[in-house]
């Protein structure tokens, strides 16, 4: 174990904080003020340079890209059989907000992220909180280690654990009944409005619109109504964080 | 030098194709299947199972992953002090279609793809065939070393020579102009259309769509009339390859 670790682990006032943090990686992290940032949420970020808040968002960026790659070399080897469509169906099953917010709270992410609870914007409301905070996370390790170190990370603490690639693989998602569920549970009134049609026939375009209290959430466009409404519920899930 | 290197640069009956590649890629392939892949368009792609086609399409999937990765880390570091809106807007000014063609006929790589002339359907006519094959490129990069040579050939081989980022930091991309000026030359008709406004005031929300020669190539909503016309001309350049 190199010095900065055994210091990290056994001297340094921030040992408690490196041990939690330990049992999460799987290896004792050297630089420690990255994944202090990493947690830390825009709503408790310093001030750094006029204009320029320091808090996680920069790491989420990174975090998301390499996470992206990383889920990507693990469908392409898994599936070799399977065209480019299909992987990225798949990744975006894994790397949704809802499905990272989930993966951030079996992590037990939740007790580290600090934010302040008085801004209550709607970050926070919606939840994509514990979802950033594991990107970012990610972006911490691809800094204080390497790629190999987040590949691994991903692969045996998150994937191996936590992802049935299988039974991801064999549920469709049905976001029309996703939302109309919600919206039933929630007492709101939802509605699909067809916006406009173009061209005859089988080359017809749809473009549809979903309203949710008469609010709109989001649009499809498809060459079938059904589809349509499938990718404005879509967009609709993923504003409204369900 | 490994001996496979070796055999494929002097003794292997591809040594003249190695000898292009390693131009190319200032390093010697080894896995000279994986690079052959990355140039077959799916016009020639080599039916492997029912159902599925071998072609580049898969390792661009791969190879627009690790790009991403690539190009996320080299803005995050070259502009600390830059929120993750400006890191995203530069990354899509490298890694956007149109950009990447150029980048693919900078390399010569032009030269390499095997595709079906005959079938010259949208994808080839659109000339997204280069773009493609540079990101397959890169997942072969990927697969036949390992992230560090994937990362150092976009650095090396593809930054440095022939991205100017502080440029592209320079250049708004004025998408409305630029659909503009391409109907004019191409005879074309272009017109933008407002669908539908929502609310009120400031919040008010309009809905755009642009038309060429009374087709749909796009929509862009947000509070702004010019916004919402900039976004749907952002998708029409898009879908035109513009």
Redesign the interface.
């Known amino acids: 174990m190199p010095i900065s670790s055994i210091y990290n682990l056994y001297i340094s006032s921030d040992k408690e904080y490196v041990r939690i943090l330990t049992n999460i990686l799987g290896f004792v992290p050297r630089n420690l003020s990255l994944y202090k940032l990493a947690f830390r949420h825009k709503s408790v970020g310093n001030h ?2 006029k204009g ?1 808040k320091d808090s996680n ?2 790491l ?3 975090g ?3 996470l ?2 990383v ?3 693990l469908l ?1 080897k898994k599936y070799p ?4 469509g299909f ?2 169906e798949m990744r975006s099953k894994i790397v949704n907000r809802n499905h990272l917010n989930q993966l951030s709270r079996k992590l037990g992410l939740g007790h580290l992220i600090s934010y302040d609870n008085k801004s209550a914007n709607r970050t926070i409301q919606q939840g994509s909180l514990l979802g950033d905070a594991f990107e970012a996370l990610i ?1 911490a390790i ?1 800094l204080d280690k390497n ?2 170190a987040s ?1 691994k990370f991903i692969t045996d603490r998150i994937v191996k654990p936590h992802i049935d690639i299988d039974t991801l693989e064999q549920t469709e998602t049905n976001y029309k009944s996703k939302l109309i569920e919600w919206c039933q549970r929630e007492g709101r009134d939802v509605t699909f409005e067809l ?2 049609e ?1 061209g005859e026939g089988r080359a017809r ?1 749809f ?1 549809i619109r979903v309203l949710v209290d008469s ?2 959430y989001g ?1 499809g ?1 498809d060459y079938t109504k059904k589809n349509a409404e499938k990718i404005a519920a879509e967009r609709a899930c993923e504003v409204l964080n369900i």
């Open positions: 750094v340079k320029f968002e920069r989420e960026f990174l998301d890209a390499i992206g790659a889920i990507a070399e392409f059989f399977k065209d480019e992987l990225t972006g691809y790629y190999a590949r916006i406009s173009e375009l473009n609010e709109e649009q466009q």
